[in-house]
Nanobody
């Protein structure tokens, strides 16, 4: 069974950290670009980070640059998102998704360039 599963979300205070995981089963992530997206209530889903399949290049939106880090562990067939210095505006449902290598080439991480999605994990930043 092909699955992409996010985990690691939760409630955290402002300034805190979380690490999200995006684990694949039924297929290997090596070939795919992986994007992280989030959707806050009443807002459109936005892509904010991706990691390429070719050379491991990473890209970040300005809103998370310097605070979030995306990384692959091909041995575990998992991509991670380390989130530090979290802010209330980071509150959203977080999704990972797979795309072709062409999907992750710069900071313009388009939702429609990614075609297989996980179910999402809630991140709430609040005191």
């Amino acid at each position: 069974q092909v699955q992409l599963v996010e985990s690691g979300g939760g409630l955290v205070q402002p300034g805190g950290s979380l690490r999200l995981s995006c684990a694949a089963s039924g297929f290997t992530l090596d070939y795919y670009a992986i994007g992280w997206f989030r959707q806050a209530p009443g807002k459109e889903r936005e892509g904010f980070s991706c990691i390429s399949s070719s050379d491991g290049s990473t890209y970040y939106a300005d809103s998370v640059k310097g605070r979030f880090t995306i990384a692959r562990d091909n041995a575990k067939n998992t991509v991670y998102l380390q989130m530090n210095s979290l802010k209330p505006e980071d509150t959203a449902v977080y999704y990972c998704a797979t795309g072709t290598p062409a999907a992750c080439q710069d900071v313009n991480i388009a939702t429609d360039a990614f075609d297989y999605w996980g179910q999402g994990t809630q991140v709430t930043v609040s005191s």
